[in-house]
């Protein structure tokens, strides 16, 4: 089964535009990577300042060979990078053991 990786970023209200402007600006950035699966972002609603960032990867290799390829080289960047519109960041794991999708 699949493996899902979640990146938490603590995003302050006033940076959430900025955050969302960035990743609509990435399209295809995880989209060609092999073994990729699905991709999620999602705003908070009411009681957090944390976006989630939602990957589905066929296998944990897929997710380590993307995060040393492609997503590093986008993350690296000289003086001129901005500033991360993210306070803080956390990758929660997952296995994928159950899943449905809607019946015909």
């Not at 990743?23 to 991709?39: I, L």
Request: zero cysteines; glycine letters at 6%; proline letters at 5%.
């Amino acid at each position: 089964m699949s493996i899902v990786k979640i990146n938490v970023l603590t995003v302050p209200a006033e940076q959430r535009e900025i955050l969302e402007k960035r990743f609509a600006s990435r399209a295809g950035a995880v989209e060609n990577s092999d073994g990729f699966e699905w991709f999620e972002l999602l705003r908070p609603v009411e009681g957090t300042d944390d976006y989630l960032v939602y990957t589905r990867w066929r296998d944990e290799a897929s997710f380590t060979a993307w995060m040393e390829g492609s997503m590093k080289e986008a993350h690296q960047g000289g003086a001129d990078r901005p500033k991360p519109a993210a306070s803080g960041s956390s990758v929660w794991s997952f296995e994928v053991v159950q899943q449905a999708s809607p019946k015909s």
